[in-house]
């Protein structure tokens, strides 16, 4: 049986194996969606803060999870650097995850952390920006009760939005937080 383990682990190596984009500026980009606390947010509403920007959803099994929790321990190791950065969780799965949804789950990872969601239309075009692959697991029949496959990289992107690095699924919370505080260093 494919896991949705086996299906990011997968996701990750196309991605990885594909051309890299001709300029960093090809990653990222702007975006409209609503946080998990019901207010419309943009890519311009956290100000000078760098983004560590995660594409996943509240019913993964395994992938999500894990990543949340490297998030959760990043920015308990940046200390106060982490003031300078924001976490955003942003859905791939617009259906289930609504607001209240993401209300409920977001807050077990790490008080700072922010879920987004928004229209399927709004989370298809921050998801393009991003070059962020999803789509609901054609091997499930059942409408409430499925798995989305999807790209399981870490973005972190500076201040005007530009993409800076990003960070595989499996780099631990102590390498993430190293070099985000080299970069915020040579700020």
């Known amino acids: 049986m494919i896991t949705a383990r086996t299906i ?10 594909a051309p890299v984009p001709a300029r960093a500026g090809d990653i990222g980009g702007p975006f409209a969606l609503v946080d998990h606390h019901g207010n419309r947010v943009t890519h311009e ?3 000078d803060k760098y983004l560590l920007v995660f594409f996943g959803y509240t019913y993964c099994p395994d ?3 894990t990543e949340l929790l490297v998030f959760s321990q990043t920015l308990d190791l940046l200390g106060d650097k982490a003031a300078r950065v924001q976490a955003l969780f942003i859905s791939v799965d617009p259906v289930r995850d609504t607001p209240d949804k993401l209300a409920e789950y977001v807050p077990n990872f790490h008080p700072d952390l922010i879920g987004l969601t928004g229209t399927a239309a ?3 075009d921050a998801a393009r920006a991003y070059r962020v692959f ?10 409430e009760n499925y798995i989305v496959d999807h790209t399981s990289i870490v973005y972190f992107m500076d201040p005007a939005g530009e993409f800076v690095r990003h960070f595989v699924f499996g780099q631990g919370a102590k390498t993430v937080a190293s070099a985000i505080e080299k970069i915020l260093a040579e700020d």
């Open 45 to 47: 509403s956290y100000g």
């Open 122 to 124: 709004e989370v298809k």
């Open 8 to 17: 990011a682990v997968l996701a990750m190596a196309l991605m990885l194996a």
């Open 134 to 143: 999803f789509r609901k697991s054609l091997a499930e029949a059942d409408e």
């Open 63 to 65: 992938v999500c999870p």
